[in-house]
């Protein structure tokens, strides 16, 4: 067995304990623990939590390595490996009841920074769902024992697409600019699900045609990014501003890739 498939393993295994306590958390009810970057930005005392969970695991199983969390910051480790999670991703849906939530968890080695590392292994779970979508590199996608991969072709009626907007309002008008140069170029219809790492597994299942968002962090992606690229889609991050809180994510069929890319400003 090879090192990505170990750390894949790993990871849905991770995953799968990790969700269980989010799921139980959640349906004894919400407490918001403190707000990040902006007001809407929250923190629930589930994240902290479920974070120390998987944080406490890999350090039992794998404690050479190193650690980039949305909850609880950054380690650098003695091996190759850093794992990169977001505990609870789509946090505001969390905690308004809504299920479309995921455990994301991705093993990179090299450089800990989007752009700059490689990405091994990677699995987003919906523990609503009970779907484990899960890739281990050169190894393909899957969701549970089923191989997945994007769409071969977009219908004359256009891509389904999904977005996502950061938490700064300063933010809004440039996402908002992004939509309305996107959607009438390519779009039969636009999902902002809450969830990156859901959205970009739905992209490798097919059940999106693409995706593309401005300030998603490094955790947000990691694991999906992986998704798409091993179930045969294409992946692409820039940083248009030269800012790397605000970098610009286009993932979807190679059928469309370009073309969304091109109108989401990504080259
Ligand atoms: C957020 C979600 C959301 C995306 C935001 C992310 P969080 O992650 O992925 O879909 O639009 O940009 O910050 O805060 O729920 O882990």
Partial sequence: ?????DLESLAIDIAREAGE???????????IAAT????????????REVEALIRARLAAERPDDGFLGEESGAERGTSDVTWVVDPIDGTVNYAYGIPTYAVSIAAVSGEP?????????????????GEVFHAARGEGAWL????????????????????????????????????GRVMPELARDLRR?????????????????GYFERGLAPWDHAAGALLVTEAGGRFGRAEPDGSPRAPLIVAATPAIFDRLAAAAGLN
Wanted: proline letters at 5%; charged letters at 20%.
């Fill in 21 to 31: 306590l989010a799921r139980v958390r959640r349906d004894a009810g919400v407490a």
């Fill in 113 to 129: 920074t989007p752009g700059e590392w490689q990405a091994l292994a990677g699995v987003v779970h919906s523990p609503v769902g």
């Fill in 193 to 209: 699900g809450g969830a990156a790492s859901l959205d970009l597994a739905y992209v490798a299942a097919g059940r999106l045609d």
């Fill in 1 to 5: 067995m090879s090192l990505a498939h």
């Fill in 36 to 47: 990040k970057s902006a007001l809407a930005d929250i923190v629930t005392e589930a994240d």
């Fill in 144 to 179: 549970g024992a089923s191989r997945i991969a994007v769409n071969a072709e977009v219908g004359p009626a256009g891509a389904l697409l999904a977005t996502g907007f950061g938490y700064d309002p300063a933010t809004r008008p440039g996402d908002l600019d992004l939509i």
